[in-house]
């Protein structure tokens, strides 16, 4: 492995570390209400292709966090239900294997809905400015 390589790990493990999710909230905490709350659908999209991407939806209020993946059928689109009238942050974190990328943006809303994830390019050493 060439000294090049190794400092490439060193970089995406320190990045990774940076965005441990118990700096997120609490993880999973009955994916935020219980069944009654009434929900709507979060598609949120991501439009560059080949990023290690990894995706949360936090709810301040109450210090939680789910983790959100890519559906089956389309590896950029990523789903979840949410509550409605409730005030979330989307959050997203990736690389391309030597260039980073985040997202930050609070949303709130009362019908399905999509968003598209317009992912900047950032220093890894700026993560903590996200959470």
């Known amino acids: 492995m060439t000294e090049e390589q190794r400092n490439a790990i060193e970089l995406r493990e ?10 997120l909230g609490w993880i999973n905490i009955d994916r ?23 995706v949360f939806i936090n709810d301040p209020a109450t210090n939680t966090v789910v983790s959100v ?13 949410i509550p409605v009238n409730k005030a979330l942050v989307v959050l997203a974190f990736g690389h391309d294997g030597e260039d980073f990328y985040a997202f930050k943006k609070p949303v709130e809303i009362e019908n399905d809905e999509e968003l598209n994830m317009d992912l900047e390019k950032i220093d890894p050493e700026d993560i903590e400015k996200y959470f």
């Open 14 to 23: 320190k990045f990774y570390d940076a965005i441990s999710l118990n700096k």
């Open 69 to 81: 993946f890519p559906t089956a059928q389309n590896r950029e689109l990523y789903s979840e239900n």
């Open 32 to 54: 935020f209400y219980p069944e009654i709350a009434e929900r709507a659908r979060l598609e949120l999209r991501n439009k560059l292709k080949n990023l290690d991407l990894r």
